[in-house]
């Protein structure tokens, strides 16, 4: 028998592979990319239709088994969201404008399933679910007001805005319904009328007498027991990038309710993420009792720690390589150390030497596994020798600079935030000599501050909306407006690629991205309202932060590429 000619073959071949291909393209949704998923892990996809066009619609996935929510973006109408965890899910599209039922189906592992949606117009400007009640499903709408509705300019507004909301922010006041007896005892607390470890927030002569009548009373007025919880309204919608969207998913783990330890309060609240060698995730909870906690990207199990004083505060924390977790207490000047393989948990004095109390903060470890620290109440930073066991600290050049965020060079040089006095300060471990460095937009408030690849110090203008670069080597100082209203970036932390990430609450929640070269911003909004007060990046550029102020506490990350992720654990 003569064998066909090898052209021929050739040519059966490609019809045998076109057909072939052809199988495979009608057994997949129409339009959409194959989104993998790692092993053991399912992925889902589909449409999303309107009577109206709509750009970016957020496409909820929540998992109830394992109260894991995962969040992607529709482009053009699609949707695609690869690496979810097997188990049952509820389902939901969600669009300012419109509305959507809720849909379930469960997921077994390896399944890529199809799920389409239909939107229905809905009057009324949307909401997303996420903190002071706000809620887009069942539930109670809060009205969304302007900020002159929100804070009419009447005697007061400016005395508010200098003395309380540069700190609490713009959606915490509209939140209270307080009678005027509260408000005057957190004015007491805030001014340092009454006697608290935290100290006076309000710098001491800040408010007269007759000014605190009239703060007083304009927070009764417009805050009081007869109020409404009320949301900052933002007439201008973030910027649509659906390339960019498109590519993102969020996953948000929500933390669980004791049935003891948070019968009372029922919530928790968490500030700061950072991982361990295991590619685990750990957190400050700074509900009461106070906690730190640890939770696994790849399984959404959590464990937690109660802190052995209840209500010290836990405001931030770092690892070392040992693996044990360091966080300051803010009550009560103490440093503490937990070994997650004992439970055992060691609380050392931030000064040593007795002479100085303070409110401790940020701690962050150095490359001889020294741990340094910023005390927001009493003006100093500090160091927790590794080889002796005891704090130093040292009083920063400012008076009332409260320092607030910390970061490290490749020199080991400390770099922190001077929350209340806008400015960057830098010391020399070695010489021990600070170097302050004036922000431009004055008065400001600047909460904290990140070092890229290059050396150069970055930092959130939270008051004013802004970002800075500070070059160390020329002093020089370049500052770029954020593109939307009532912008506060929080934290501002550079990646691998020095591209910088900011935490933005302003607008109700956004993480964003800023491309240095480009001098653009990119939006990521998030699942729920809220802020993010601290963030941490991957080696892979998954950006992980938690929601203090949202409905559901949690720990949440971005992937702003799901194609690029090999990994659930978190490893810097």
Known sequence: ?????????????????????????????????????LDGLASLS????????????????????????????????????PNLFPGKYEVTVRKAGFGADTQTITLAAGAKATLDFSLREQAGPGVRQGEFG?????????????????????????????????????????SKQYHETQWNAFIDLMTGVTASERG????????????????????????GPGSLPRGLRVDTEFPVDETALSKAMYVEYYLPLDPKLDAGNKQRRTQQPHFDQQGNVWYTDRSIPNRIGRVDPRTGEFKDWVMPDPKADPHGLTVDARGHVWFAETAGFHLGELDPATGSIVRYPMDSSGRSKGRGHSPVVDSKQNVWFTVIQGDMIGKWDRQTGKSTVWKVPTQGAAPYGIDLDRDDNVWFAEFRRCKIGKFDPRTEKFTEYVVPSQPCTIRRLGVDSRGMVWYGDFSNGKIGRIDPASGQIVQYDIPMPFSEPYDVWADREDAIWISDGGQGGALIRFDQRAKKFTYYPTPQITDQPKLAITRDGAIWYTPRSSLKAAVGVLYPDVDKIKTLAASY
């Open 1 to 37: 028998m003569r064998k066909p000619p090898t052209l021929f073959v050739a040519a059966i071949l490609i019809v045998l592979g076109v057909i072939w291909l052809g199988v495979v393209e009608l057994a997949r949704p129409a339009g959409a990319a194959d989104p993998g998923s």
């Open 46 to 81: 589909g449409a999303v239709q309107a009577p109206k066009p709509f750009k970016a619609a957020q496409v909820h996935i929540m998992n109830v088994d394992k109260q894991v929510l995962f969040m992607v973006y529709t482009s053009a109408g699609r949707y695609r969201a």
């Open 134 to 174: 706000f809620t887009s499903g069942a539930g109670t709408d809060v009205k969304l007001l302007s900020y002159d509705e929100l804070y009419p300019r009447e005697s007061g507004r400016v005395l508010l805005e200098k003395n309380c909301m540069y700190c609490h922010g713009k959606n915490f006041f509209p």
């Open 200 to 223: 006076a927030m309000v710098s001491p002569g800040a408010l007269s007498q007759p000014d605190r009548a009239t703060l007083l009373a304009y927070l009764s007025r417009q805050f």
